[in-house]
């Protein structure tokens, strides 16, 4: 199976940088994602790591170390409209059977921008 | 652009009620799946149909079943509801079950079970 590990709450003021880290424990691996919801609004996808390395989107970018089974999600310049949960999710290999194909979602950070 | 539309947004159910929750997505799709999240547990996959016909259970299936009506549409439903069933349920879709495309949720539905 897959477990991931993210905090639970991040803080930070209104144009700082902030990094969300994710930690994970998979059978194998395909893939480490991240969404962004608002209260009570929808996930929407933010990013996509197959490989190491950072994938940089905007003013948001990603990072994944598959040897150290770890990944984060980096904010700059941050904005009001920034404060909602993030999750990492993640995607096993095409050889998993069943649900352990599916993508599995962490519990989510719940990021606040403060003025 | 609707993207991924659920039906109802809302919903109270007294337990031993049953209900179906209906999702369809217009992306023209081949992969569908319910999840449920609860207060700090993330979102968790209940049954999923990577294609058109095809059906599997995810992580918590018990209580609930699914149909797979035609590519567009894919309805859960709870049979004999249970206060432990209250929650928000999203719909989402992907172009492939195995691809690393990104997954588009609807809006969820609040469903409470008294």
């Known amino acids: 199976g897959q477990s991931l590990e993210q905090p639970s709450e991040v803080t930070a003021v209104e144009g700082a940088i902030v990094q969300i880290n994710c930690t994970y424990q998979t059978s194998g691996f395909y893939g480490l994602s991240w969404y962004q919801q608002h209260d009570g609004g929808a996930p929407t996808f933010l990013s996509y790591?197959?490989?190491?390395g950072l994938e940089e989107t905007g003013r948001f970018s990603s990072f994944l170390s598959r040897s150290d089974s770890y990944g984060y999600l980096l904010l700059q310049e941050l904005q009001m409209k920034d404060s909602a949960s993030y999750f990492c999710a993640v995607r096993p290999p095409a050889l998993s059977s069943g649900s352990a194909r599916q993508l599995t979602f962490g519990s989510g950070t719940q990021l606040t921008v403060l003025p | 652009n609707a993207g991924v539309t659920q039906t109802p947004k809302f919903q109270v159910l007294k337990t031993g009620q049953s209900m179906t929750l209906q999702c369809a997505q217009d992306?023209?799709?081949?992969?569908m799946y319910w999840y449920r999240q609860d207060p700090g547990m993330g979102l968790r996959l209940i049954y999923y149909s990577a294609s058109e016909g095809t059906t599997d259970k995810g992580e918590v299936p018990n209580g609930y079943n699914v149909s797979r009506l035609n590519k567009r549409e894919f309805s859960l439903r709870l049979e004999s509801a249970a206060p432990s069933q209250t929650s928000v349920y999203f719909c989402?879709?992907?172009?492939?079950?195995?691809?690393?495309?990104?997954?588009?949720f609807g809006q969820g539905t609040r469903l409470t079970v008294v």
């Open positions: 790591n197959a490989l190491d």
């Open positions: 989402a879709s992907s172009e492939r079950a195995l691809s690393n495309t990104e997954a588009f």
């Open positions: 992306m023209n799709h081949n992969s």
